[in-house]
Nanobody
Framework: VQLQAFGGGLVQAGGSLRLSCAASGLTFSSYAMGWFRQAPGKEREFVAH???????FYTDSVKGRFTISRDNTKNMVYLQMNSLKPEDTAVYYCAARPYDLIWSAAARTDEYNYWGQGTQVTVSS
């Protein structure tokens, strides 16, 4: 299984970016997908999750600004990030796990089997 995240970059506060994650080597439609981020000196934290059914779950700090989506025909998961803030600066990782899990577990890094290499997002003030 391989996950490759891309689409990061440098953007001004208030701007937008769309992250993409290409998955291969798995039956993508059977995998729940997540986005996490890690800022320098901090632990990796949950951002968003999408179930195999398309149900979505977000951390409170990104609700209303970020949107996770998936395209099972292309084995892709996306994270549309709008109204970006300097505190969104981090390396963003996509992750995958087979089948769905209860919402309370979706934010746990140890619930995911596979991780991408990360893409840097930098938001300037």
């Amino acid at each position: 299984v391989q996950l490759q995240a891309f689409g990061g970059g440098l953007v001004q506060a208030g701007g937008s970016l769309r992250l993409s994650c290409a998955a291969s080597g798995l039956t993508f439609s059977s995998y729940a997908m997540g986005w996490f981020r890690q800022a320098p000196g901090k632990e990796r934290e949950f951002v968003a999750h999408i179930r195999t059914s398309g149900g979505k779950f977000y951390t409170d700090s990104v609700k209303g600004r970020f949107t996770i989506s998936r395209d099972n025909t292309k084995n892709m998961v996306y994270l549309q990030m709008n109204s970006l803030k300097p505190e969104d600066t981090a390396v963003y990782y996509c992750a995958a796990r087979p089948y769905d899990l209860i919402w309370s577990a979706a934010a746990r890094t140890d619930e995911y089997n596979y991780w991408g290499q990360g893409t840097q997002v930098t938001v300037s003030s």
